[in-house]
C-alpha cells in the first residue's frame, strides 16, 4: 500500500529536550514537506526537499531542522523544542513539485511542548 | 501572511443541502488549485483540483467553480451527506512551486 508514515502519533516532551519525528515514504517520490496544522492558520510548510540532500525553508522554518539523506526519509528535528511549537505536524511527499497531482500525507503527529 | 483566504470558517449543512466553501488568492502567478478534505485523525487528502484554464471542474458531487478575474474559486458540495463531514482546505500554487494553504473549513452535514 502506498503510503507516509509517520512516528511517533503521539509526542508530550518538556521544554528544550530534543526530539526527532521520522517520516517515511514508500513511492520512490522525490519531493517531500512538512507542515503544521494550528486552529484558524491552516497548514503552513515548515521545510521541503526536492531530493536527496536538497531541502530548503517554507514559511515557518525557525525551530526547525530536516535532512535527506535517502528518498525515502525526511525526519523532522526540534533541537530545542518550545511551547510555542505544540502543534499537529503532517510529513507528505508527490511525484511532482510542490504538490502538483496530490499530496500523500502521514496520519499526523500531535506534539505537546509543556 | 495568508495568501490564500477561505470562508466560512465552520458551515453546518442538512442533509442533501448544498455545502459551498469559498477562496480568494492575491497572487495572479497561482495557476493550481487543490480541494483537499481531512477526516478526524487522519492526515488531508486530495479530493479535486483545477486549473486555471477552465471555469469549472466536476467530479461526482464536488464541483470546482474558478472565476480568474476575480481571484476566486469555491468548492461545491452537491447533495451533502454526514460522511462529508470533515475538515476542506483549498490549496494554490505557481508552476509547481510550494502549495500555499487556506485556513480550513470544518464541514458538519446533520443527518
Known amino acids: 500500500e502506498a503510503q507516509v508514515t509517520q512516528n511517533p502519533r503521539y509526542l508530550i516532551t518538556v521544554t528544550g529536550k530534543k526530539l526527532t519525528v521520522t517520516c517515511s515514504q514508500n513511492?520512490?517520490?522525490?519531493?517531500m514537506s512538512w507542515y503544521r496544522q494550528d486552529p484558524g492558520l491552516g497548514l503552513r510548510q515548515i521545510y521541503y526537499?526536492?531530493?536527496?540532500?536538497?531541502?530548503d525553508k517554507g514559511d515557518v522554518p525557525e525551530g526547525y531542522k530536516v535532512s535527506r539523506k535517502e528518498k525515502r526519509n525526511f525526519p523532522l528535528i526540534l533541537e530545542s523544542p518550545s511551547p510555542n511549537q505544540t502543534s499537529l505536524y503532517f510529513c507528505?511527499?508527490?511525484?511532482?513539485?510542490?504538490?502538483?497531482?496530490?499530496?500523500?500525507f502521514g496520519s499526523g503527529t500531535r506534539l505537546t511542548v509543556v | 501572511q495568508q495568501q490564500v483566504k477561505q470562508s466560512p470558517q465552520s458551515l453546518i449543512v442538512q442533509k442533501g443541502g448544498i455545502s459551498i466553501i469559498n477562496c480568494a488568492y492575491e497572487?495572479?502567478?497561482?495557476?493550481?488549485f487543490p480541494w483537499y478534505q481531512q477526516f478526524p485523525g487522519k492526515g488531508p487528502a486530495l479530493l479535486i483540483a483545477?486549473?486555471?484554464?477552465?471555469s469549472e471542474k466536476k467530479e461526482g458531487r464536488f464541483t470546482i467553480s474558478f472565476n480568474k478575474s476575480a481571484k476566486q474559486f469555491s468548492l461545491h458540495i452537491m447533495d451533502s451527506q454526514p460522511g462529508d463531514s470533515a475538515t476542506y482546505f483549498c490549496?494554490?500554487?505557481?508552476?509547481?512551486?510550494?502549495?500555499?494553504f487556506g485556513e480550513g473549513t470544518q464541514l458538519t452535514v446533520n443527518p
Open positions: 497572487n495572479t502567478a497561482f495557476d493550481y
Open positions: 490549496a494554490a500554487s505557481a508552476s509547481g512551486s510550494r502549495l500555499t
Open positions: 507528505a511527499s508527490s511525484l511532482l513539485t510542490g504538490g502538483l497531482g496530490g499530496y500523500t
Open positions: 483545477i486549473r486555471p484554464d477552465v
Open positions: 513511492m520512490n517520490h522525490e519531493y
Open positions: 526537499s526536492m531530493n536527496v540532500e536538497v531541502t
